[in-house]
């Protein structure tokens, strides 16, 4: 966004150095009464260059009439920039607009010698445009128009699917994004459909669109530069789910082992008919290669039930847990579902004690907690043999947790227990899964008097990752006991979804240290 020669030239050269191909300058601030700066702009333009003016009844900032904006962009049009911007309705509305585009774009009559192509644009901030496909063809159907391009508004992720369409379907070149939260699908994966381009901010903080992000973020978390048709596509379904460190772990996995692949945010409103349409749709739109999802609250019961609803091979224990966190499509398109988590909470402790999984039926294990993640935790000990006592606040949830658990090939036992009681536990292993001593309030613990239990005998483990030592995890180590982070919790989960995903080991290392950054930075 051009507000003078100097911060534009300046802001040029950043974006040339943070490797983008193209600059759009739009002019719209400027166009008015410096349109001469336009033309420095311009002539000076680091790389090959877009000049847009977009008026404001295009969500532009341009306020001035038609003539002046005219003008500017014909000014600037004359030192031939790679193409100019023009939006669909003022060229179909004005003949004396499309005769003055005409003198300084390439095409079929043009006389003059010039490389400049025409961008034929249109763009809906509120929604799709129910004349899209007409809008499309007038845009195909134009001899000066080298370059189709439809930004609308995404209601769901289901929008991408038609910019992937259009994409394919396109005889010119061609760019169709999604604005808004739903569109970031659309951005990322332009080039595999073979979109002409995608924009990005010169940071996530600069962006000239909704849901546009920074040219970092699209090129280094996103793996622009390494997408190509045949991309595998990933993603993390959830409920509000941009927060989410699974994009940034996963993508880098896939950068680490080189796979072709790309990990997104998938934001699924919290219904079982969004979860259920929007899912069956992704799957269903073979040209998207969509392999996999990480799948977090509030859908993780959802998708056992997609699963039950579409043959979909399913971990038994998943279905017992209730809850499922991992979908991928194997090479002949059977879908399969499990729960990483609890293999996550069970693993730590059983490399801690030098055992296998089966090795535990004589562990007695402490678990704080009765939500989701208890849930998943509690199951895979008992499943494997071991005596869990459930300590939670509310005596009945944790009573309803062993009910509902209890099943024929359950090896182990669940009690529960009010949290009151667990000061006197007899346990060695002893699990958080509550929020407490979270961030930011980092000074509570849920044991503020360690049990005499917890001695250097025992293992300590908190699900908690941020921060990574937990106040719990501090005073335990002080005791003397071993400890573990939710962060080993984590990265595990992660490692179990991509080996089922990319058939090749996790980078673990790799991982922790992408969660330890991202920790870090918030
Ligand atoms: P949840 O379903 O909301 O359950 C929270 C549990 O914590 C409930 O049993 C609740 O007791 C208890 N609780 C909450 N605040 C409490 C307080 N002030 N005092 C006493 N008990 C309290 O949550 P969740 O999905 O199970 O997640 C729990 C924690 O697990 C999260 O905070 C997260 O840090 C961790 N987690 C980690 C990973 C990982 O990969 N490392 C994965 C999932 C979850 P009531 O029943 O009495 O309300």
Redo the contacts with the bound molecule.
């Keep these: 966004m051009v507000d003078s020669i100097e911060q534009a030239l300046a802001d040029g050269a950043i974006a040339a150095e943070r490797g983008a191909q193209m600059i759009e300058w739009r002019i719209d601030r400027i166009a008015a009464d410096q349109s001469d700066a336009a033309e420095s702009i311009v002539n000076q333009s680091p790389l090959p260059c877009i000049v847009t003016c977009r008026a404001a009844w295009e969500g532009g900032e341009f306020e001035g009439d038609e003539p002046t904006r005219l003008a500017a962009l014909e000014r600037a049009g004359l030192n031939q920039p790679a193409y100019l911007d023009i939006e669909l309705a003022a060229y179909q509305r004005s003949a004396n607009l499309r005769q003055k585009v005409h003198l300084v774009v390439d095409h079929d009559k043009q006389v003059r010698s010039t490389s400049t192509g025409l961008i034929l644009s249109s763009h809906d901030f509120q929604r799709r445009p129910s004349d899209l496909i007409r809008r499309v063809a007038a845009m195909a159907e134009a001899p000066a128009c080298r370059v189709i391009k439809l930004a609308w508004r995404a209601r769901s992720l289901r929008d991408n699917l038609e910019a992937f369409e259009l994409l394919r379907a396109a005889h010119k070149p061609t760019i169709a994004l999604c604005m808004g939260p739903f569109g970031l699908a659309s951005r990322v994966l332009a080039g595999k459909f073979g979109a002409l381009l995608t924009f990005a901010g010169l940071d996530d903080d600069s962006v000239t669109a909704p849901g546009q992000v920074g040219l970092e973020t699209i090129k280094r978390l996103y793996r622009w530069d390494s997408l190509g048709p045949r991309t595998q596509v990933f993603g993390v379904i959830g409920w509000p789910v941009e927060h989410s460190m699974s994009p940034a772990i996963h993508n880098a996995g896939f950068d680490e082992t080189g796979f072709d692949g790309v990990y997104l945010p998938m934001p699924i409103p919290d219904q079982w008919e969004s979860f259920k349409a929007t899912l069956g749709a992704w799957l269903d739109y073979k040209p998207l290669d969509f392999r996999g999802a990480s799948v977090?609250?509030p859908h993780k019961h959802h998708l056992l039930r997609f699963g039950e609803e579409n043959s979909a091979r399913i971990n038994p224990l998943a279905r017992q847990i209730g809850a499922a966190n991992t979908l991928w499509v194997d090479d002949c398109g059977q879908l399969h579902i499990d729960n990483t988590?609890y293999a996550?909470?069970l693993d730590p402790v059983c490399q801690a004690l030098g055992r296998g999984r089966d090795e535990i039926a004589d562990l007695e294990v402490a678990v704080?907690?009765?939500?989701?993640?208890?849930?998943?935790v509690v199951a895979g000990y008992a499943h494997h043999g071991a005596s869990v006592t459930v300590y939670?606040?509310?005596l009945e949830?944790?009573e309803q947790l062993a009910t509902s658990l209890a099943s024929d090939e359950q090896r182990g036992s669940i009690t529960a227990a009010p949290?009151e009681a667990l000061a006197g536990a007899h346990a060695t292993v002893f699990i958080?899964?509550?929020?407490?001593g979270?961030h930011p309030k980092t000074q509570?613990t849920?044991l503020p008097e360690l049990p005499r239990a917890i001695n250097s005998d025992a293992i300590v483990f908190?699900?908690?990752?941020?921060p990574i030592e937990t106040r719990l995890l501090a005073d335990a180590r002080a005791a003397g006991a071993k400890v573990i982070?939710?962060?080993?919790?984590?990265?595990?989960?992660?490692a179990a979804q991509f080996e089922r995903w990319t058939g090749q080991s996790a980078p673990v290392e790799r991982f922790a240290e992408v969660l330890r950054e991202q920790l870090a930075s918030l």
Excluded: H, K, W
Aim: glycine share 12%; proline share 5%.
């Design positions: 977090t609250i988590d996550a909470a704080i907690g009765a939500g989701g993640a208890a849930r998943a939670n606040r509310t949830r944790a949290l958080n899964c509550t929020p407490i979270m509570a849920p908190d699900t908690i990752y941020n982070s939710g962060l080993e919790m984590f990265v595990r989960q992660g």
